[in-house]
Antibody
Framework: EVQLVESGGGLVQPGGSLRLSCTPS????????MSWVRQAPGKGLEWVAN????????YYVDSVKGRFTISRDNAKNSLYLQMNSLRGEDTAVYYC??????????????WGQGTTVTVAS | QSVLTQPPSVSGAPGQRVTISCTGG?????????AQWYQHVPGTAPRLLIM???NRPSGVPDRFSGSKSGTSASLAITGLQAEDEADYYC???????????FGTGTKVTV
């Protein structure tokens, strides 16, 4: 069964840092682009970042550029999201997602259950 | 503020057909990028319904269908069922943003 499990969420003060992790199973992780998507309380889904199979290409939504870093370790079968200079508006459920390999620009096709990040003092 | 606009809500009786529109522009649908559709029940993982404008992944009932024309895309749900009550989102790549963008989301009430 294809599965993604996020971890690392929690409560952090404004200006603080947090690193999210995603552990995939049931597919060959190193063959897929991967994304992070978030949903703030009462808001819709927002694509945050994605990266290619070897980490040489990374893309971000404007609101997190310079603060968040997506990375992966194919040897450890893990995806990460390093979040620095956190703000209240970063409070959200963060989902790890697998980019579709059916074709380019086919979005994401598998999602994790999400991990909650709360930025508050 | 998303560049993909959806109606906030649609509703229908069991068995009826509803459609959800997703209006984009020249840097996403109008540039030839594909529409994807997701069903999201709060507190659970979103589920892919449609990819590549019209294609259903295995396991998705054929009650769900997608289409795209010009700068807009649509999701149709026929034979509406109580279990279809959820939030629905479109997704496309946007060349001006150099990334993916979700629609504003539509709550379907049965």
């Amino acid at each position: 069964e294809v599965q993604l499990v996020e971890s690392g969420g929690g409560l952090v003060q404004p200006g603080g840092s947090l690193r999210l992790s995603c552990t995939p199973s049931g597919f060959t992780f190193r063959d897929y682009w991967m994304s992070w998507v978030r949903q703030a309380p009462g808001k819709g889904l927002e694509w945050v970042a994605n990266m290619n199979v070897d980490g040489s290409e990374k893309y971000y939504v404007d609101s997190v550029k310079g603060r968040f870093t997506i990375s992966r370790d194919n040897a450890k079968n893990s995806l990460y999201l390093q979040m620095n200079s956190l703000r209240g508006e970063d409070t959200a459920v963060y989902y790890c997602a697998r980019d579709s390999a059916v074709a380019t620009y086919y979005g994401v096709d598998v999602w994790g259950q999400g991990t909650t990040v709360t930025v508050a003092s | 503020q998303s560049v993909l606009t959806q109606p906030p809500s649609v509703s229908g009786a069991p068995g009826q057909r509803v459609t959800i529109s997703c209006t984009g522009g020249t840097s996403n649908f109008g540039a030839g990028y594909f529409a994807q559709w997701y069903q999201h029940v709060p507190g659970t993982a979103p589920r892919l319904l449609i990819m590549g404008n019209t294609n259903r992944p295995s396991g998705v009932p054929d009650r769900f269908s997608g289409s795209k024309s010009g700068t807009s895309a649509s999701l149709a749900i026929t034979g509406l069922q109580a279990e279809d009550e959820a939030d629905y989102y479109c997704l496309s790549y946007d060349s001006s943003l150099s990334g993916y963008v979700f629609g504003t989301g539509t709550k379907v009430t049965v």
